[in-house]
């Protein structure tokens, strides 16, 4: 756990969050600002900060945020597609630094930037 690791505080239940899945690896929950009817994040529970900190010591648990994406997915009941997004760095947008995927999902989204 990092300190002053917002997910960290999640993981460790020192946040509340609205859980939807968790396993050894992964923990999953509900966005609190959802731009979409189906926002989730996916997180490993290991403190990864980014994208870019991803190696070969610790990418398993990227596998895993992808098996847990899976199941995530069918039982939201999105099963005419969703977005999976990393944001990685200023540039990316990312806000919280602890790797996590952004499910989105439950609309018909923009094909604008990707
Ligand atoms: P990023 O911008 O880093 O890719 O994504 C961070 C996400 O975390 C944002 O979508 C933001 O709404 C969400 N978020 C920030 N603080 C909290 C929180 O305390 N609880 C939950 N569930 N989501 C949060
Ligand atoms: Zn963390």
């Not at 994208?51 to 992808?66: I, P, T």
């Not at 997915?73 to 995927?101: P, S, W």
């Not at 952004?102 to 604008?112: A, D, T, V």
């Amino acid at each position: 756990m990092a300190n002053d690791c917002l997910f960290c505080k999640i993981i460790a239940g020192e946040i509340p969050s609205n859980k939807v899945y968790e396993d050894e690896y992964v923990l999953a929950f509900r966005d609190i600002a959802p731009q979409a009817p189906v926002h989730i994040l996916v997180v490993p529970k290991e403190h990864i900060c980014c994208a870019n900190a991803v190696d070969e010591s610790n990418s398993a648990c990227v596998a895993k945020c992808f098996e847990a994406i899976a199941k995530i997915a069918k039982a939201e009941g999105l099963d005419n597609g969703y977005r999976v997004i990393n944001n990685c760095g200023a540039d990316g947008g990312q806000t919280v630094m602890h790797l996590h995927f952004h499910i989105i999902g439950g609309m018909k989204l923009s094909e604008k930037v990707v």
